[in-house]
């Protein structure tokens, strides 16, 4: 399965290089079944392709072949396959949940029907999934959630009066007081207001509008939806939209889905991937010879690099995008972890206000927040906002119009966001449990940002930034020559061959950095730091040992 | 201005520069209709007189929002995954508690906090494959065929998007209905594939007719790649139940036609015409022999949303997929996976509606009166819609079989079409914005839904409480009455 998908994936990559040397590479034929499966007169690369995916060809060829026979409608084949669907859907890529991932659950249910591994369990590194890792939810978050799921728990003298409060507020918001019906499109109101007045709060005051607020279905829709909006033009005229490299690979799927074009900005490594205003313009320069550059996307808290961006660099961004002309996207949905001594997280809305009327009343702005990250952790209920800044107003209504076709983000989420800007507040009987869960969930990510970077810089052969913030670690590795020759022969990149040993040796699933981005030459793995304190440090153990073994082997 | 860098360019999004597609994309569900009724609201709010004192939404099927009380053991488990203290609790019955368990112990960490895998959480695909087996007579249903959604919407965009290609005349089209439910148009619009109409016969009450199909896909052949059939059953929203021949009929035409199927089955569970039943196109088309259900290519749509239950704001659903070619559901998968996950809320939901208080749980009893008592009453209240509506000079209804909404037909004078024609409005839309202003009730028009040339419509939900929904008849009546006399 995953040498299949790997080998896929080469294929689709070399298409257009000449898919018949790889055909011949692999010793593949075009056979009959091949045939028979491709009666439309596709290129022998594409009908390959098709025989090297299916479980067994020949078998379908065959079933194919007898359906022909008596069947009308079997002539012709399947009418969606991956020659005929479409093209831009095939040229996403999503690494975090990716072939490594796929192995890792395949592992674990090996694992279940008592296959022998050299491990006992799989530690699943690759995704910020904080619950999934152990972390607890926040009582009074899951007190109010159950209150607004059964409200008949409101008679009920267990829970404390703050959380049922919040929930009759919540309910009073909902149509017929149940978070079963749908919301307003753009999300509850009294959450949008909520939502603004926390902005607020953050920004030192500056005026947020709940008319600007929109709650999404997770920040991955409000950013999706954002650069749908962007996309316009053919050909050099494309619309293109500037990305960190590495980046969150969320936004390299969605500019490839929506055919818009992908202009790569590095971080600089070697000053804790900083971002550098003479890299944006040569990007963008770069760019400007083959599309039409429109928006600059930054990720703060850095995701999978773990900077925090410093007060002068947000200003900096901000000039370059309005003497560029261009639209800012900020993901800000790492805004509560930020760990490093020194380090303050400073939101794009407050920085560009700051700036004075010159910048505050012309840069278009959309930030992003979610309820998925920080202290929460609460992915499953998909919550999050985002907030436009300078947005035509008729353009806004093309947004509000856009979203309701989805009706409503999931309720629950709303109002689990809700919850996140608006929480127990001093006198209120909830607050002191509040804050101790808060604050130990904070300070034992501070303790493991640390400690990853430390045990890991101890390793000859690996080389680590310090996490500032965000949830990840992503070290350059070194790896042999002989390993990187033996990926390329396999058709795999270099880091995923690495992170498959690594899994198959040992049970941790991190991502290849190659699904991040990354300069040529140069190799990582993303690995969160969420698991329990005890468990990171065995798994980093195992790392260690992992990449001792690993270079020896391939020296 | 004079001393900015930037200003003089102006926006960088405006609607010259934004997405084309975006632009065409129209939604009546919510369009201004409805923008105008949350105005009036607040206007009402501010104290404003109106010859009404409360706007009524008959806009959407939003049945708790129209009153319509949880199911308390859908609630109960949900309350009990949100906050798993409450296992403890000694109030809550033991079926409640078990399902909440085994809930609990497929999500990472136990908790409804982690992501769940992008298909969706394991168990619940294995109860949504046994719930179609059951339903379906026992044809099998395979979890690995099933994929979690946020609503149906989210599964239906999904597959469209992964059927448009080519360009000119070899861009995808895609069949739906007219009259259709207005989310199709839109996503064909926003992914810039090409809308193929065939017209459902208001004469046979609204039933499809397989010359009508062949009729608009070979117009359609001159200027576009048909691809796909959509179907929605029972109908959204024009309440027809298809018949059990109708579907095959459906059936054999895709594969003639090498069309791929999207079965939009999200009111499955709402029929009330006597003489009608829910037949679901995977079952028909397994009954129809291997020449058929190994070769045509079905997507299927179920939510929780709709039905007895009609939780809305879950945003729960699935899609099964039938002969999906391997490599696309590969593709399909990974497409699913930048989204990371539907939400586990809703995918909760989802799992108690097809997996119910069987009849020795505790709280079997309970669960069947009440669903028994919603559907009984929607039942009722298709045919009191149809009855009065139908008593009114001017406006003709078909029996609503099913789903949850009436689309009568209604005469407009001609002084008022010219009117609304005037002002650069539908007619209908002209007829539906008075009504508001006047009456507080707010209805779609059927332009925003598709109709034929020279008919006007307009799409209410029968969801109101009985006695609402009386008062809301009555008031439609007096107002076509006075409407019609007004432009005569």
């Given at each position: 399965m995953l040498s299949f998908r790997s080998v896929l994936t080469g294929t689709l990559r070399k298409e257009h290089r000449g898919g018949g040397?790889?055909?011949?590479?692999?010793?593949?034929?075009?056979?009959?079944?091949?045939?028979?499966?491709?009666?439309?007169?596709?290129?022998?690369?594409?009908s390959s392709r098709r025989t090297l995916c299916g479980l067994s060809a020949a078998r379908r060829g065959l079933i194919q072949r007898k359906m022909t026979e008596n069947g009308?409608?079997?002539?012709?084949?399947?009418?969606?396959?991956?020659?005929?669907?479409?093209?831009?859907?095939?040229?996403?890529?999503?690494?975090?949940?990716?072939?490594?991932?796929?192995?890792?659950?395949?592992?674990?249910?090996?694992?279940?029907?008592?296959?022998?591994?050299?491990?006992?369990?799989?530690?699943?590194?690759?995704?910020?999934?904080?619950?999934?890792?152990?972390?607890?939810?926040i009582t009074f978050f899951r007190q109010v959630l159950a209150l607004c799921s059964y409200p008949e728990l409101?008679?009920?003298?267990?829970?404390?009066?703050?959380?049922?409060?919040?929930?009759?507020?919540?309910?009073?918001?909902?149509?017929?007081?149940?978070?079963?019906?749908?919301?307003?499109?753009?999300?509850?109101?009294?959450?949008?207001?909520?939502?603004?007045?926390?902005?607020?709060?953050r920004d030192g005051g500056i005026p947020s509008d709940p008319d600007n607020i929109y709650l999404t279905t997770g920040a991955s829709d409000g950013i999706v939806t954002m650069?749908?909006?962007?996309?316009?033009?053919?050909?050099?005229?494309?619309?293109?939209?500037?990305?960190?490299?590495?980046?969150?690979?969320?936004?390299?799927?969605?500019?490839?889905?929506?055919?818009?074009?992908?202009?790569?900005?590095?971080?600089?490594?070697?000053?804790?991937?900083?971002?550098?205003?003479?890299?944006?313009k040569r990007s963008l320069a770069a760019a400007r010879r083959h599309c039409n550059p429109r928006a600059l996307c930054i990720i703060n808290p850095g995701n999978p690099t773990g900077q925090v961006q410093s007060r002068q660099c947000i200003e900096d961004v901000i000039r370059f995008a309005a003497e560029?002309?261009?639209?800012?996207?900020?993901?800000?949905?790492?805004?509560?972890?930020?760990?490093?001594?020194?380090?303050?997280?400073?939101?794009?809305?407050?920085?560009?206000?700051?700036?004075?009327?010159?910048?505050?009343?012309?840069?278009?702005?959309?930030?992003?927040?979610?309820?998925?990250?920080?202290?929460?952790?609460?992915?499953?209920?998909?919550?999050?906002y985002?907030?436009?800044?300078?947005?035509?107003?008729?353009?806004?209504?093309?947004?509000?119009?856009?979203?309701?076709?989805?009706?409503?983000?999931?309720?629950?989420?709303?109002?689990?966001?809700?919850?996140?800007?608006?929480?127990?507040?001093p006198g209120e009987p909830s607050y002191t449990t509040f804050l101790k869960e808060r604050n130990a969930t904070l300070s034992a990510?501070?303790?493991?940002?640390?400690?990853?970077?430390?045990?890991?810089?101890?390793?000859?052969?690996?080389?680590?930034n310090p996490v500032q913030g965000a949830m990840y670690s992503f070290p350059q590795i070194t790896i042999p020559e002989r390993a990187v020759k033996e990926a390329k022969e396999k058709g795999q990149a270099p880091d995923m061959l690495y992170c498959m040993q690594l899994l198959e040796e040992t049970g941790i699933c991190v991502v290849p950095g190659s699904g991040f981005g990354q300069r040529d030459g140069t190799y990582h793995f993303r690995m969160t730091i969420l698991p329990s304190t005890d468990k990171l440090k065995v798994l980093l153990e195992k790392v260690k040992e992992f990449h001792q073994k690993f270079t020896l082997q391939y020296s």
């Open positions: 040397a790889l055909i011949a590479a692999l010793g593949l034929r075009k056979s009959a079944a091949g045939v028979m499966l491709n009666p439309s007169g596709l290129s022998p690369v594409s009308v409608a079997s002539r012709r084949g399947k009418v969606l396959t991956v020659d005929t669907m479409n093209p831009n859907v095939k040229k996403v890529e999503y690494a975090v949940r990716g072939p490594i991932v796929q192995r890792a659950v395949q592992i674990e249910k090996e694992l279940k029907e008592g296959v022998k591994k050299p491990f006992t369990e799989v530690i699943k590194a690759n995704i910020g999934d904080a619950h999934a890792m152990g972390q607890r939810p409101l008679d009920d003298p267990s829970f404390p009066e703050d959380a049922k409060n919040r929930a009759r507020r919540i309910l009073q918001s909902c149509g017929g007081g149940s978070i079963g019906a749908y919301s307003a499109s753009q999300g509850i109101e009294c959450v949008r207001q909520d939502v603004a007045r926390y902005i607020q709060r650069l749908k909006l962007l996309v316009c033009g053919e050909g050099e005229s494309r619309t293109g939209v500037m990305i960190s490299i590495p980046q969150y690979p969320l936004y390299s799927a969605a500019l490839a889905e929506l055919g818009a074009v992908q202009i790569n900005y590095y971080l600089n490594e070697e000053q804790c991937w900083s971002l550098d205003i003479s890299e944006l560029e002309n261009l639209f800012l996207m900020a993901d800000e949905v790492y805004q509560d972890n930020v760990y490093a001594y020194g380090c303050k997280f400073h939101s794009f809305k407050k920085v560009l206000f700051e700036m004075g009327p010159e910048y505050s009343e012309q840069v278009e702005l959309a930030s992003f927040h979610s309820t998925s990250k920080c202290y929460m952790g609460e992915c499953g209920f998909r919550g999050g985002m907030e436009v800044i300078n947005m035509h107003p008729e353009v806004k209504a093309q947004l509000t119009k856009l979203v309701s076709v989805r009706l409503c983000p999931p309720v629950p989420g709303q109002a689990l966001m809700d919850l996140v800007v608006n929480p127990p507040q990510l501070a303790e493991k940002a640390k400690l990853t970077e430390q045990i890991l810089n101890t390793v000859p052969g690996i080389t680590c």
